[in-house]
């Protein structure tokens, strides 16, 4: 069976000089939920947009189920069901009008009520879309790229600007499209989603891809599967990171905005060095906590910056 998506050796250039998207490789499994990670100006968006048919590449090819976008776009684009990041609907239709707008867009779209339903807007069907709440336009949104009963949803950071409740409902959604067999590739700024939500991901700097897998697998790449994070008295320096580095089972050290964070496998290890070697330079320690390792630390050691700050 052929990937739903896949991309060889793709490149975008504007203007002659600016590489936007430098030789991407990326094949999904249909069925899987993929995600898109990467700082602003990484390439993310016009990656998609390719992929989506809405941009053509310099050079390269796309398939979406083995089919490129030159051979049968029409059909093509009934397989796609897209939610942009802000989704730009008329406030005067009310909310079933403008599912039912939609679903004329295609040949065979799913029912209103049922889309409704599954989206939980059943009671403000007959609401203004200009009444309703952030949550609620956002489910909108995504109402309107699953009525046309879509084999891949292209979600770009669907839940930003949403409260935690709201959030959790539109990951639910999500999974149950996959669940029914649909194919997702997501694209967002909050770690948490993306290591709930995907199987595999890859994160994309400088119009490349330099990693990819899945989230605990990347993880497990870091080289440390638990965080040690401490500040002390006193200004930190190259030679006092490096000696942090030689703590017992350290695999990595890196510091942000005064707090060290250790990498390390066997934080049991690594504390007890750590409280004596803070005692030996006659320094205080002014804050320490550990935790598990998470993608977001996969995203600062690879990118050198926090995705939630771009």
Wanted: glycine share 8%.
């Amino acid at each position: 069976m052929a990937a739903a998506i896949q991309c060889r050796d793709l490149r975008k250039t504007y203007d002659s000089k600016v590489e936007a998207v430098r030789g991407l490789n990326l094949e999904i499994q249909a069925g899987e939920c993929f995600g898109l990670l990467g700082p602003n100006g990484a390439g993310k968006t016009t990656t998609i947009e390719i992929l989506e048919g809405l941009l053509a590449p310099t050079s390269g090819e796309v398939f979406i189920f083995g089919h490129t976008w030159h051979e049968n776009e029409r059909e093509m684009r009934e397989w796609l069901g897209i939610s942009l990041q802000e989704t730009r609907l008329s406030e005067k239709l009310s909310v079933r009008e403008t599912i039912e707008l939609f679903a004329s867009f295609y040949r065979e779209p799913r029912s209103s009520d049922e889309v409704l339903e599954e989206l939980q807007l059943t009671e403000k069907a007959d609401a203004w879309v200009g009444k309703l709440s952030g949550g609620q336009r956002q489910r909108l949104a995504v109402a309107t790229a699953l009525v046309c009963n879509p084999k891949i949803l292209f979600l770009d950071e669907p839940t930003t600007g949403l409260d935690p409740q709201s959030r959790r409902q539109l990951w639910d959604i999500i999974r149950q499209f996959q669940q029914d067999g649909g194919t997702v590739l997501l694209t967002t700024h909050y770690m948490d989603e993306a290591e709930r939500l995907c199987d595999r991901l890859a994160i994309v700097d400088h119009g490349q891809i330099i990693a990819e897998g899945s989230p605990a697998d990347l993880i497990e790449r870091l080289g440390g599967h638990h965080v040690v994070e401490f500040s002390t008295s006193g200004n930190s320096d190259g030679a006092s990171l490096q000696a942090w580095r030689g703590l017992p089972s350290v695999e990595s050290v890196r510091e942000d905005s005064g707090v060290i964070a250790l990498n390390v496998k066997e934080p049991h290890l690594t504390i007890p060095a750590l409280l004596e070697a803070v005692g030996q330079r006659g320094s205080e320690l002014q804050h320490l906590t550990t935790r598990q390792a998470s993608l977001e630390d996969v995203f600062v050691r690879l990118t050198g910056r926090h995705l939630r700050d771009e």
